[in-house]
């Protein structure tokens, strides 16, 4: 089993970026994906500054993916698009099916990322004739629904075809909109957004009335209110033959729980969950902000 | 440009053809689209027969199988495909690639045409299901705003219908997951948002709560008009800001769009609502064919009567409308 550290989705200033990838470089990541994948106006890197910086994170061997961006709406998103796939080296995480479609032409493998609806075998056979060799699971799908789909790869012998990821720690990508939410939470309109996304590095919390975290605002990015955290599934996902195990990073913090996980393969322990921070009911097929 | 209503049921199919759609969307009765409500949709003999009346009044049915497959379960989507292409439909409206691919394969001389579930946003998304599936529409997801649609519409390979009237859904369609994450059934994987039998009503002190599955949606004050709790639009706390932080309840209406959505060549607008009555199918129709008609007589002459105006805001959500994300100001 492999580690991975997912593509931050928070806007961060470029030295805060720089100085957590320089940390990343020595976590225990296998694998780190690195790019904007939320919203083409957050330029404190611009694609040639991503590239760069998965050069040098490259160095240390571990593999780097070019993450890209999940809603392309114009011409001008699609150009980064073109450029970041095209990069010579580096492998790329699809988010959209722009991106699957650019690779294809390139005849260049790619990773197709949790926002791409991979829902069942035949669209994996779809996707896998046009160069995919790693898939994340979409985040709201459960433990069976992999096992299944998975088995099914298998009897059909495909399976040795691509690697399978779960999104397995941190908020999740839930939604995503042409309007831009932290804009609004500050009586703004997108187009006059003044970047204030990078006023709030791990998004802004989007409570119920009663207090209840719903949901986080990212941008036009809405994500989960608690995090995601399926460190007591591991020998499940193990079982069914997960590939890498994905850490979404909100900060420093991810590369600990890369540690925390990775350590279950060796000495498995049970982590009590927090029901009003933490939830896994996704993988239990129930509400995905529960706790089983 | 086709004016293309959708019938939740039998008479709702027939007063839309009725009062004036020239192509009408149903789905089957189970998970396979995307609203998968109790009481709705058709099943096999009211198949044939909404087949047999659309037809018999030369105007087209297009059969909407959007939502996602299960594994093991892929047969399901595939009898749909089946079904809806034996009893004569004019197109096949799909979400799942999986999905497409079979239709593709198997009956490749039927109308595909992508689902907004699909999500497909730009151009290179657009070449995608051309190349790999020989689509002949795009319906594009309500996260575009005009001048995007109007860019898209001058390089796409293929005819674009884009959302009129109805229903906004605010987020890029087909990668919203709120619903599951809330209840554990979202729109791609059992065809409901915000499903009714997680909703729950309640009078309390503070005033009328609405909840979904145990959530606090929205609290409502005397003499506030209290409106389905789907997730997206009821009022949240961001920082002690208590505010409709997605959405306000509204609907989305573009008749003020007509002109530019012809202009730049749009196949098809389509209303929103297969879960709505025969009475809101009857009237939508009847203003929507008004309008493209009047357009259609003297384009250049076109405006938006204050009546149409009325009659829609009326039928929608929290009785306001919107452009949507057409309108830039609105992102």
């Not at chain 1, 961006?69 to 099916?97: F, H, I, Y």
């Not at chain 2, 292409?85 to 197109?91: L, N, T």
């Not at chain 2, 649609?149 to 001058?154: D, H, I, P, T, Y």
Request: hydrophobic share 40%; proline share 4%; glycine share 6%.
């Amino acid at each position: 089993m492999k580690f991975s550290l997912g593509a931050a989705q928070f806007f961060w200033p470029k030295q805060q970026v720089e100085d957590f990838y320089q940390q990343a470089k020595d976590s225990s990541a296998d694998i780190i994906y690195v790019g904007e994948t939320v919203c083409s106006k957050r330029r404190e890197l611009r694609d040639k500054d991503w590239l760069a910086l998965a050069q040098d994170i490259a160095t240390t061997g571990k593999q780097v993916v070019i993450s890209t961006m999940t809603l392309l709406e114009s011409p001008a998103e699609l150009q980064v698009l073109k450029r970041l796939c095209n990069n010579g080296d580096l492998l790329v995480e699809a988010n959209d099916l722009s991106a699957v479609q650019v690779m294809h032409e390139l005849k260049l493998p790619f990773v197709v990322g949790a926002a791409i609806n991979c829902y069942n075998l035949a669209t994996l056979k779809v996707l896998l004739k046009q160069g995919m060799t790693r898939w994340v699971m979409p985040v709201e799908l459960s433990g069976d629904w992999l096992k299944q789909l998975l088995d099914e790869a298998e009897d059909e012998g495909i399976r040795s075809q691509f690697e399978a990821e779960v999104f397995s720690w941190g908020y999740m990508p839930l939604a995503y909109s042409a309007r831009c939410f932290t804009a609004r939470s500050e009586d703004r309109p997108k187009d006059d957004c003044q970047y204030c996304c990078i006023n709030y590095p791990q998004g802004r919390r989007m409570n119920s009335r009663e207090g209840e975290r719903v949901f986080v605002l990212n941008g036009i990015q809405t994500m989960s209110g608690y995090q995601y955290n399926l460190i007591n599934e591991m020998a499940d996902m193990q079982a069914m033959g997960v590939d890498v195990v994905r850490i979404s990073p909100d900060s420093e913090l991810a590369l600990q729980k890369l540690d925390d996980f990775r350590a279950q393969l060796t000495s498995a322990k049970q982590y009590p969950l927090d029901g009003k921070a933490e939830c896994n009911g996704y993988w239990h097929k129930i509400a995905g902000m529960s706790v089983q | 440009m086709e004016l293309l209503c959708p019938a939740g049921n039998y008479p709702a199919l027939k007063t839309a053809i009725d009062n004036g759609a020239d192509a009408v969307y149903i789905g089957m009765k189970n998970d396979t689209n995307a609203r998968h409500f109790a009481g709705l949709n058709f099943n096999d003999g009211k198949l044939v027969k909404a087949a047999d009346y659309v037809h018999k009044h030369n105007k087209k049915l297009h059969v909407a199988i959007n939502t996602f497959a299960h594994p093991g379960a892929q047969q399901r989507w595939q009898k749909a495909v089946d079904d809806a292409v034996a009893i004569g439909c004019d197109a096949l409206i799909i979400a799942d690639i999986g999905v497409l691919d079979y239709a593709a394969n198997k009956y490749p001389h039927v109308e595909r045409h992508v689902s907004v579930q699909a999500s497909t946003t730009n151009l290179a998304a657009i070449e995608f299901y051309q190349q790999n599936f020989d689509v002949a529409r795009v319906v594009l997801p309500r996260v575009l705003s005009v001048q995007q649609v109007r860019q898209l519409a001058k390089n796409s390979p293929v005819a674009l219908e884009v959302f009129a009237f109805g229903s906004l859904c605010i987020m890029s369609e087909g990668r919203c997951y709120l619903s599951s994450y809330m209840t554990g059934e979202s729109p791609n994987t059992v065809g409901a948002c915000s499903p009714a039998k997680y909703v729950r009503w309640q009078e309390t002190e503070q005033g009328l709560e609405s909840r979904l599955n145990n959530v606090l949606i929205d609290r409502y004050k005397e003499g506030e008009n209290a409106g389905y709790p789907t997730l997206c639009k009821g009022r949240f706390d961001v920082d002690d800001n208590v505010y409709h932080a997605l959405e306000e309840p509204t609907s989305l209406n573009t008749l003020e769009l007509i002109p530019e959505l012809a202009k730049m060549g749009i196949a098809s607008v389509k209303i929103e609502g297969r879960q709505r009555s025969p009475a809101y199918v009857e009237q939508v129709a009847k203003t929507w064919r008004a309008a493209l008609d009047r357009y259609q007589q003297s384009p250049e002459a076109y405006q938006v009567e204050n009546e149409w105006m009325a009659t829609l805001a009326n039928l929608s959500e929290g009785t306001q409308t919107t452009l949507g994300a057409y309108y830039r100001k609105w992102q």
